[in-house]
Structures are given as structure tokens and as C-alpha cells.
């Protein structure tokens, strides 16, 4: 297939036969990647219409717990406060880790590797040493547990995710560009802004989504920083695992995932429509 | 600083000026305690319940000693409470607030964890049996030996507890399950390392998934999860090991550091009220001390094996102290020589 | 190069206080604390009483310990790689797509995640069993003869550590290879370099931030992971995450999980230390 690339004069008369096959290879790798990724999610779809309220084996089809799902107070109240968390804990993250990444490239200074070594701590450090010892601080320095303590506890272990994605994308960086603004006249501020951060974009993105998943999911620290008034829905969760995971745990993820899909590929459309 | 630090967590909450009811801070075991039980006492009495939850016992005294907030209820195991009571931080509960007490089979009052019956209250009790997928394992099984044969390779699910799996070898070997000694775990060790080998899965959160799922046909669980299983399917029957079995008791305590000490005594009497015990029972399928509870629940209830085994002897988990870590560290040792 | 590596002025400290104020509150002194327990005896309730003492050390390096870490680094290791060979033309595509499918598809890549972990594993548990849907699938194609014996295996570890850091693998990968510009694709192709040479020496090196960026969000947290293989693998063989934490349950034994926790902090520190220096001189 790719016998005739070599030859310049066969690549310019066919010139994207071979790229066209390699691109068609891509595409398809992909598709199997995401059906890989999806298949546990049409699973737990399917199961969230299990008759069985120990779901572990499929007894028959019902849409009860879709309907028991309104009602469940507590369970839309965890829901609520995950949300709250994570999506303040998104843009924290983004906050303290983009602009970590960008000092930490401009500048060098003495102990600059051991802040780079710091930041990667918290990415290693078991959840249940992080959970105890952020407990035995804030209790030390006599701080109630609430969504403070949470929110604090979960940037520590997402930012590193921004900053080292920001920092990816920053190695990467002409230098030239922000040479070029502040000889236009921007202050180093305004260069940041304009030019850099629209540069860093898609590294920002993947940060954010990274940082914003991780929160979403969190139990052990959630654990040990919590107040009862801010549990999160992962903490709900886990405690059910003793008396069987309903399949209402399945209809609120399904219904979780499939609004947000449905946000994904739709929103660019409402966005048409609006204008 | 801590009037800022207040402010911002008020404002980060989204709340206004919420009036201060009376709150009761409820340490317990997660589904444990019933939505509907708490939404029933906040009714009648108005206090406010704050129910964070936990997954086992060391949970909660991992939380409790690194400084978590000031709990009014606990929920913690009976060699838990034991220890809890020894270094004080557990206070005495004024039995004359909780009329309903009277209730409570006898055999449950003055176990070795609280001998004086001071300082908790039971709540559920369960036991460590052995449960049989009857539709594949035909023969009788009746006790640890039975379970652990090398016909059963891989198809063994146990709870992942060191200290239960530990206890079950001393127990066959005839010794006394609380009696941690470097020579008794010597012992213990070459009849683990083989038994440890038969086993397929370790899961103390949900054995009945690897049973219901097919993937293993017995193994020695809690006995809510066998309860639940029987529910499932009658297929799966339970039996106390006949080398000797030991009940958990699962208590109420108030810590010592509480500050809502009335509302804990109340919540303690409401649901030492036959009608309300009866609602846990409903929910979670574990033995219920409280004789008039007992007396409202349905015969399927009433007759399934392990919700209502027959204890002989009550031989609870005593505190081990230091010993934990020695079985942990035996068990770590063996399971990562396979 | 006049954009990187300056010294900071005082705007620049001032800039970098709100990080490095952060660093030490919440990293620094619980790390400290940790430290301290590390030293320290227990009592019989595992709190730490604070009498100084190396037995804690001397357990952490015993061969069992040392021989978890060693098998936790290798599952950690296997799953980046497999990560790597999975997640690169993942990311290479989406960061070649149209401007709308990239963010759709990134988002996309994430939106599983953000369902229960507990809820997604056992719809793993249930795919992978012996009846369940792939073990059927794969009967009723003749590829195998008897019942899947996939669950409670490393295999099945393995699916699962994979399944849970691919997106860490494919968005850094991603961040680096959008900007990636197509002409010199273009440039490569037409001086005559097939695609493996123009993939070795074009987009390799310009995504080889995005790469070790992957490697590194997924290895380092790899590590310490064993919810996955506790719950897909039977939790048969103890990984250092699950011995960590369980010595501040189980074994009620805190300055022997800290004094875990400081080696495994230190194993990390000093090889990323070093890999920081290498690549620096490089």
C-alpha cells in the first residue's frame, strides 16, 4: 500500500492515496477506542431498567426507578453538591494551574524544579495519606469541614492536571509571539491575556475537563473533608454498595450522561438558532 | 481570619441567615439508618439530623481521631466501642431518657464490650457464615474445613478482613479467636497460606455480587449479605461454621466530644420504639435485638437463616489492639506470595 | 530565547506567591505531617503518640513491601504504555478534526467519566463475566469454546486500569498535537517521507510534551490505584495503595501508612528530580 510513497513522482500523481487509507485507519481506531469507552455506559443504560434492586443480575425490564429518582431528595441533594464542588473546583483548578504554568515557564529561579517536584505530589500521593493529613490540618488550625475544606482539598490534587497540560502546550511556545505583543505596545498583562491564553486554549480545555472529572468522582478525601450538609454523590454511592447498587444509581448516571451528550452534540445548533 | 474564613464559606454555601434549629450530628453507617426513620423524627420533634455516613467502622474512627467534626451519634462496632469506652471517648447515655430500652433482648444488654451497659446501645447484630449456592455445591458443608477444600479452587468468595479470615483459622485450630499472639499466628500461618490460595474473591463491600453473578458458588460473608441473597433467591442458604461463629454487634454511642446531647437520647429512644425498629429491620435484613420490633415483622422475615440464625454462644470480637497489625502484615505477607 | 526564563522582579514573586502560598499550606505541611507520624509510635487506637521511633522505616523496606510497590510500579507502567499505543491516534484524529467535532469529541472522550466509578466497574464486572456479554458474544462467534474466565484476572485489572486513564492519556496528547501544523505534514510528504518517517521524525517530536505530559498524568497516579484492581481483580494481590489504607483502617497502625507514604513520596520525588535534571541538560 504504501510501496509507491517513496518515489516523489508517484506521490504527485496519487498524492493522498496512502494518507487517505492511514486517515481512514485513524478514523476508524478512534471509533473503536470510543465504543470501547461507551460500552460500560450502554451497559449500565440497559440496567437501569432492571427489575432487580440488587442489579446484578437482569431479572426484567421496568422504568420504576427513573420515576423513584425524582423523589429521592437526598440523592438529588449529593447531586447538587458534586456539581457544586466540582464546578467550582474546575475553575480554581484552571485558575491557580494555568497561571502556575505560565509563571513557572517564564521564570527561573532558585527552587523553580522544587515547585515543579511540589506540584507533582499531590498527583501520587494516596487519596486516604492526603485525606487524614489535610483532616489533622484543618481540624489543627480549627477550621469547620464544608464545601470550603472540600473544594480546597480537591484543587490541591487538580490543578497539577491543568498546570502539567498547560505546561505541555507552553513547551511549544514561540517565543517570538509574546515578543511581538509587547512590542506592539501590551503590557506583559494584556500580552498574557490576548495572545497567550487563546494559544494555550485547547491545553485549558483539556485541563478543565480533566480537573472537572477527577472532582466529580472523588471519594476517599471527599471523605475525610466533608460535612454531612456537603457530601457528595460519589460518598452516596459508595455507601451503597453493602445493600446493592439500585438500578436508580444507574438512572441517574444514564440520564446524567445522555442530557450531557445531548448538550454536547446539540449545543452547537442552539447556538445557530440564537443567532 | 476566622470571621473571614466564616464568611466566605456562608457565601460559598449560598446561603442567608438560616435560623439555628436544634441539630442532631448523626455518625452512622451508610444506609443504615433509614430515610424514612430520620424524616419520621425530624417530623416529630423538629430537630434537624446532619447523617454523614461511613462504610466500616475504621472509617469512622479514622475520621473521629484526625480530628473530624463533633459528632452527637455513633454508630461503631462492638470491638470498636470496646476500645472507644477504654480511652473515654465515648460518654455514659442516662438509660432513664430512653424508656424504650426495655425492649432489647436481654442476652444483647451487658455483652464484654460494655459490661456495665453505659455506654451504648444495640443496634443491629449480625454474624460471619458460610453461604451455599445449593444449585452447584450439592454436598452438606458445615463448616470452615468444608468451605476450604482444593475441590472449591477459585470458586471462593470471602470478606476482605483480615481480621475475620485470621479469627476462622483460630477457631478450626481450636484456639480463641481474640487470643493474637505471635504464636498462634504461627500457627495460623500454613493453614491460611493454603486456604488463601482457593480463593477467588476478596470483597467486603458486596460478596453477593460474585455469588449472584455466578462467578463463585459459596464463601464466608456477612450475614446481611446473605440475608439479601436469600431474598434474591432461596437458592443461597446460610449456615453458622460449625467450628464456631462469632456475632457482631453493631452499637449506638455518644462520643464524648458531643454537644447535642439530649437530641442524641431522643433519636436513641425513638428508634428503640418497636414500630420505628421495625422500619430498619424492613430495610436492612440483620438480627434485631428489640423483642417488640421482632414481634411485628413477617414470618418470611422471621424465617430467613441469616437474618434469625440460632447463636449459641455470643463469642464477639474483643479488641485486639496492637494485634491488627500484625495481622495485617501476616495476610499482606501471604497474599502477596501467591 | 528572550520570552522564557527570566528571573522574577517583584511583580513576579507577587505573581507567584498565591501558588507557592498554596504548595505550602496544602501540600507541604500535610506532607510535613505526614513525616512527623512517620516517626512516631502508635497507640492501641493507631493514633500516633509522639515518642520517636525508626520501626515504622524498618517494616517499609521489607522485601514483602518493597516487592508491592515493585507490582503496583508495573501495572502502573503496562497501563501507560497501553495507553499510549491506544490514546495517540485518538487524540492525533480529534486534534485533525473540524473545529466543532474537536470540541464535541473532546468532550465526548470525558462524558463516560462522569458517571459513578462504582457504577461504571460493575458494568464492567457484568461484561466481563463468565455469562455475561462478552463471554456470549465471543461463544457465539467460535472464538472461544468454554465460558470467559476473563473476570478476576490481571487481564481483567488491566482492561480496567486502561478503561480509567485513557482520556488522561488522549487530552495532554490532544492539547500538543492541535497545534501541530498541518502544512508541515504537507512539507514532509511532499520531499518524499512516508508516512512512518514523517510520523517518527515530524509528529513525534513536536508532540512529545503533550506525550510525557500523558505519561506522566497517567503513571504517577497509576500507582497508587487499587480500587480497580481490588474490585476487578478480586483483590487477591494487595496493591501499595490498598496496604496504605489499610493501615490507617484495618491495621489501626497510622505512622506505619506514613511511613509508607513518605517512601513512596520520596521513590517519586527523587525519580522525577531526575528526570527534570535529563531533561534540562537535554
Redesign the interface.
Given at each position: 500500500m504504501f510501496a509507491d510513497m517513496g518515489k516523489p513522482e508517484a506521490s504527485r500523481r496519487r498524492p493522498f492515496s496512502g494518507l487517505r487509507a492511514l486517515d481512514l485507519s485513524l478514523r476508524g481506531w478512534t471509533l473503536a477506542v470510543f465504543v470501547f469507552l461507551y460500552l460500560p455506559i450502554a451497559v449500565l443504560v440497559v440496567y437501569s431498567f432492571n427489575e432487580?434492586r440488587?442489579n446484578?443480575?437482569w431479572q426484567g425490564f421496568t422504568t420504576k426507578w427513573y420515576a423513584q429518582l425524582w423523589s429521592n431528595a437526598?440523592l438529588m441533594k449529593a447531586l447538587k453538591n458534586s456539581l457544586i464542588v466540582a464546578g467550582?473546583t474546575t475553575v480554581a483548578s484552571v485558575i491557580v494551574g494555568t497561571a502556575g504554568a505560565w509563571l513557572l515557564h517564564r521564570y527561573r529561579f532558585r527552587g523553580s524544579r522544587a515547585i515543579q517536584t511540589l506540584v507533582g505530589v499531590p498527583m501520587m500521593m494516596p487519596e486516604i495519606i492526603m485525606g487524614?493529613s489535610l483532616?489533622?490540618f484543618?481540624?489543627?488550625i480549627?477550621?469547620?469541614?464544608?464545601?470550603?475544606t472540600v473544594?480546597i482539598a480537591h484543587v490541591t490534587f487538580c490543578f497539577p492536571f491543568v498546570l502539567v497540560a498547560v505546561q505541555a502546550r507552553l513547551a511549544g511556545l514561540d517565543p517570538a509571539m509574546e515578543e511581538a505583543a509587547l512590542d506592539l505596545g501590551a503590557t506583559p498583562l494584556k500580552a498574557f491575556w490576548l495572545v497567550i491564553v487563546p494559544c494555550l486554549r485547547p491545553a485549558i480545555v483539556s485541563g478543565a475537563l480533566m480537573a472537572f472529572t477527577l472532582s466529580m468522582d472523588e471519594v476517599i478525601v471527599t471523605?475525610?473533608t466533608?460535612?454531612?450538609?456537603s457530601?457528595t454523590l460519589p460518598?452516596?454511592i459508595?455507601?451503597?454498595?453493602?445493600?446493592?447498587?439500585n438500578p436508580m444509581l444507574n438512572a441517574l448516571s444514564a440520564v446524567f450522561v445522555l442530557f450531557t451528550i445531548a448538550f454536547v452534540l446539540f449545543s452547537a445548533h442552539l447556538k445557530r438558532i440564537s443567532r | 481570619m476566622?470571621t473571614l474564613?466564616l464568611l466566605?464559606?456562608v457565601s460559598?454555601?449560598g446561603l442567608g441567615s438560616a435560623a439555628r434549629a436544634a441539630e442532631l450530628?448523626?455518625f452512622a453507617?451508610?444506609?443504615y439508618v433509614p430515610?424514612a426513620v430520620i424524616d419520621g423524627f425530624t417530623e416529630e420533634t423538629g430537630i434537624q439530623v446532619?447523617?454523614?455516613?461511613?462504610?466500616?467502622g475504621?472509617?469512622m474512627?479514622?475520621?473521629m481521631?484526625?480530628?473530624?467534626?463533633s459528632y452527637d451519634l455513633i454508630q461503631p462496632p462492638d470491638y470498636i466501642a470496646e476500645?472507644l469506652i477504654r480511652?473515654k471517648l465515648v460518654r455514659a447515655i442516662d438509660a432513664k431518657k430512653l424508656p424504650n430500652l426495655k425492649h432489647i433482648a436481654p442476652e444483647f444488654l451487658g455483652m464484654p464490650h460494655d459490661p456495665e451497659q453505659k455506654f451504648t446501645v444495640p443496634y443491629m447484630i449480625g454474624t460471619v457464615g458460610i453461604v451455599v449456592n445449593t444449585d452447584v455445591v450439592k454436598e452438606p458443608i458445615r463448616g470452615y474445613r468444608d468451605v476450604f477444600q482444593s475441590k472449591f479452587k477459585g470458586r471462593i468468595v470471602v470478606v476482605?478482613?483480615?481480621?475475620e479470615l485470621v479469627s476462622w483459622v483460630l477457631v478450626t485450630l481450636g484456639l480463641d479467636q481474640n487470643d493474637i499472639t505471635p504464636a498462634n499466628l504461627s500457627k495460623v500461618k500454613p493453614v491460611l497460606a493454603e486456604w488463601i490460595k482457593l480463593?477467588?474473591?476478596?470483597?467486603s463491600?458486596?460478596p453477593?455480587?460474585?455469588l449472584?453473578?455466578?462467578?463463585v458458588d459459596l464463601g464466608v460473608v456477612w450475614s446481611?449479605?446473605a440475608a439479601?441473597l436469600y431474598e434474591?433467591d432461596k437458592k443461597f442458604s446460610y449456615i453458622l461454621p460449625s467450628e464456631g461463629a462469632h456475632p457482631f454487634v453493631d452499637v449506638m454511642a455518644i462520643p464524648a466530644s458531643a454537644e447535642n446531647v439530649a437530641e442524641a437520647h431522643k433519636f436513641l429512644d425513638y428508634i428503640l420504639r418497636p414500630e420505628v425498629s421495625k422500619l430498619i429491620s424492613d430495610?436492612?435484613p440483620y438480627t434485631n435485638p428489640n423483642l417488640a420490633a421482632r414481634a411485628l415483622l413477617t414470618e418470611e422475615q422471621l424465617a430467613n437463616p441469616a437474618s434469625y440464625p440460632k447463636i449459641e454462644k455470643y463469642n464477639t470480637f474483643r479488641?485486639i489492639?496492637?494485634g491488627?497489625?500484625a495481622?495485617?502484615?501476616l495476610v499482606?505477607?501471604l497474599?502477596?506470595a501467591? | 530565547m528572550n520570552g522564557a526564563g527570566r528571573r522574577p522582579g517583584v511583580v513576579g514573586w507577587l505573581m507567584l506567591a498565591p501558588l507557592l502560598l498554596w504548595l505550602a499550606a496544602f501540600v507541604v505541611v500535610p506532607t510535613g505531617i505526614l513525616a512527623v507520624y512517620s516517626f512516631c509510635e502508635?497507640d492501641?487506637?493507631?493514633?500516633v503518640v509522639f515518642s520517636f521511633s525508626l520501626q515504622s522505616y524498618a517494616?517499609a523496606f521489607d522485601p514483602?513491601?518493597l516487592?508491592?510497590f515493585a507490582?503496583s510500579i508495573g501495572y502502573a507502567a503496562l497501563t501507560t504504555a497501553i495507553c499510549i499505543v491506544l490514546g495517540f491516534p485518538v487524540a492525533w484524529t480529534i486534534a485533525r478534526a473540524s473545529e466543532t467535532w474537536r470540541q464535541r469529541l473532546l468532550l465526548l472522550v470525558m462524558v463516560p467519566f462522569w458517571t459513578s466509578f462504582l457504577i461504571r466497574t460493575?458494568a464492567w464486572?457484568?461484561i466481563l463475566?463468565?455469562?455475561?456479554v462478552l463471554s456470549a458474544l465471543l461463544q457465539s462467534a467460535r472464538v472461544i469454546g468454554a465460558p470467559l474466565e476473563l473476570?478476576?484476572t490481571p487481564t481483567a485489572v488491566v482492561i480496567g486500569l486502561v478503561y480509567a486513564y485513557l482520556p488522561f492519556m488522549i487530552l495532554p496528547i490532544y492539547a500538543s498535537a492541535e497545534k501541530l501544523d498541518g502544512t508541515l505534514i504537507e512539507a514532509a510528504h511532499d520531499l518524499g517521507c512516508g508516512p512512518l518517517r514523517t510520523f517518527r521524525e515530524v509528529i513525534v517530536p513536536l508532540t512529545k510534551p503533550g506525550i510525557y505530559a500523558g505519561v506522566l498524568l497517567v503513571f504517577v497516579p497509576a500507582i497508587g490505584m487499587f480500587a480497580i484492581t481490588?474490585l476487578m481483580g478480586?483483590?487477591?494481590?494487595?496493591m501499595i495503595g490498598s496496604?496504605i489504607q489499610?493501615?490507617?483502617?484495618?491495621?489501626?497502625?497510622w505512622p506505619?501508612g506514613a511511613a509508607l507514604g513518605v517512601v513512596f513520596t520520596l521513590m517519586f520525588v527523587v525519580s522525577y528530580w531526575i528526570l527534570q535534571r535529563r531533561s534540562a541538560a537535554a
Open positions: 432487580s440488587l446484578i443480575v437526598p467550582v487524614i483532616l489533622v484543618f481540624s489543627t480549627g477550621m469547620r469541614l464544608g464545601f470550603t473544594i471523605y475525610f466533608a460535612s454531612p450538609g457530601a460518598l452516596r459508595f455507601g451503597m454498595a453493602k445493600v446493592g447498587l | 476566622k474564613r466566605v464559606a460559598l454555601l450530628n448523626l453507617w451508610s444506609e430515610q446532619n447523617y454523614e455516613t461511613y462504610a466500616s475504621e472509617e474512627l479514622a475520621k481521631l484526625a480530628g473530624g467534626a476500645v480511652n476482605n478482613d483480615n481480621r480463593v477467588k474473591v476478596f470483597d463491600d458486596s453477593k455480587t460474585a449472584l453473578s455466578g462467578e446481611g449479605e439479601r434474591e430495610e436492612f479488641d489492639g496492637k491488627a497489625a495481622i495485617d502484615q499482606t505477607d497474599k502477596s501467591q | 502508635r492501641e487506637l493507631g493514633r517494616r514483602v513491601y516487592g508491592i507490582r460493575y464486572i457484568t463475566k463468565s455469562d455475561g473476570l478476576y481490588d478480586g483483590a487477591r494481590v494487595p496496604v489499610n493501615q490507617f483502617f484495618q491495621a489501626r497502625d506505619f
